[in-house]
């Protein structure tokens, strides 16, 4: 099993900055990428942000410019640095990793999500 704990949301005014963390543990034989997904009150999880090992990152329109994704290896720890905020930023930000965990291949692990409101 792999466990992602995630932290640094909040309540943020527009213009302003937050950044997430996301801490893995557990079964991590090898990580074939990690990312950042978020969804708000009545619309479907997409993408923000990913970090594909070997491959370029990628970022939704949307926060292109605005956000950036890293990750401290040694910690296994996923950052999303969030800058310029805005109200359409406002949601549940939630962690995402594949893994070998040991068992499975290409194994996709979510953490608990992380709220970040940004008020009009």
């Known amino acids: 099993q792999v466990q992602l704990v995630e932290s640094g949301g909040g309540l943020v005014q527009p213009g302003g900055s937050l950044r997430l963390s996301c801490a893995a543990s557990g079964s991590i034989f090898s990580i074939y990428g990690m990312g950042w997904y978020r969804q708000a009150p009545g619309k479907e999880r997409e993408l923000v942000a990913t970090m594909p090992i070997g491959a370029s990152t990628n970022y939704a329109d949307s926060v292109k410019g605005r956000f950036t994704i890293s990750r401290d290896n040694a910690k296994n720890t996923l950052y999303l640095q969030m800058n310029s905020l805005n109200v359409e930023d406002t949601a549940v930000y939630y962690c995402?990793?594949?893994?070998?965990?040991?068992?499975?291949?290409?194994?996709?692990?979510w953490g608990q999500g992380t709220q970040v409101t940004v008020p009009q």
């Open positions: 995402k990793v594949d893994v070998f965990d040991g068992i499975r291949t290409m194994a996709p692990y």
